[in-house]
């Protein structure tokens, strides 16, 4: 992880505790508390979260890269 997120990102922002990296998304999405979902996502983790989603009944699943070309937010849809 280079330098510039490292110092100023909170570790708890960064780490999970287990081996688990879409822990803290799976929980947010699992409480369904509106119609339209985004997260700021990892890098690494595209394809992941998506998969996460759609297995939630998420719709409409987007994914936006930043600036520099890197998958950094996904939204997803709730139906119902």
């Given at each position: 992880m280079r330098p510039n997120?490292?110092?100023?990102?909170?570790?708890?922002?960064?780490?999970?505790?287990?081996?688990?990296p879409l822990k803290f998304y799976r929980r947010i999405a699992e409480l369904k508390l509106g119609k339209h979902l985004f997260f700021?996502?990892?890098e690494a983790y595209p394809a992941?979260?998506?998969?996460?989603?759609a297995d939630l009944g998420y719709t409409?699943?987007?994914?936006?890269n930043d600036i520099y070309g890197k998958a950094r937010i996904?939204?997803?849809r709730m139906v119902g």
């Open positions: 997120v490292l110092d100023f990102e909170p570790h708890a922002a960064l780490f999970v505790p287990d081996s688990d700021e996502i990892n992941e979260v998506s998969a996460m989603l409409d699943i987007h994914i936006t996904i939204e997803g």
